[in-house]
């Protein structure tokens, strides 16, 4: 009986560890361990953390990479249910990191063009970069 190792707890642990600071934000980490099970609680606890970022005003590069990591969390907790191949987790990886540079792209863009909310153009290019993923590995 061969067992798989899983990567879905390690961007969970790296999530959490940042979030210790945030004591605030900790308990919505209880809503991550469903993720384990089923993609939809997976991301009803991506919704709900997102909400509690905004609620707390929390954005920026640092909201930017937690996004990233509980994206991450989401989807390869789905790649380990569907035991993936190899490539599908760094393609995955590499996608929803891009979301960091795109970032700090938009944010030296923004200051030559009219205010806009960066945080959100990153986000939205961060579900782009999500659904395409998603493409490649189905």
């Known amino acids: 009986m061969k067992i798989g190792i899983r990567f879905s707890p390690i961007p969970l642990i790296l999530l959490t560890s940042i979030l210790l600071s945030y004591p605030k934000l ?15 609680l997976g991301v009803l606890f991506l919704v709900a953390f ?7 005003k929390i ?12 994206l991450l969390f989401v989807e390869s907790a789905y790649l380990d249910r569907e035991k ?29 063009m009219p205010r ?3 945080t959100a153009i990153a986000m939205l ?14």
């Open 26 to 40: 900790l308990p919505v980490l209880v809503l991550a361990l469903p993720a384990f099970l089923s993609y939809f």
């Open 50 to 56: 997102i909400i509690l970022l905004l609620y707390y």
């Open 59 to 70: 954005g920026g590069m640092f909201g930017v990479l937690l996004v990233s990591l509980a």
């Open 84 to 112: 993936a191949p190899r490539e599908h987790y760094l393609i995955l990886a590499v996608s929803v990191l891009l979301a960091l540079p795109t970032y700090l792209f938009i944010r030296t863009l923004a200051v030559a």
């Open 116 to 118: 806009f909310e960066v």
């Open 125 to 138: 290019i961060l579900l782009v970069l999500y659904a395409f993923s998603k493409v490649v590995t189905d």
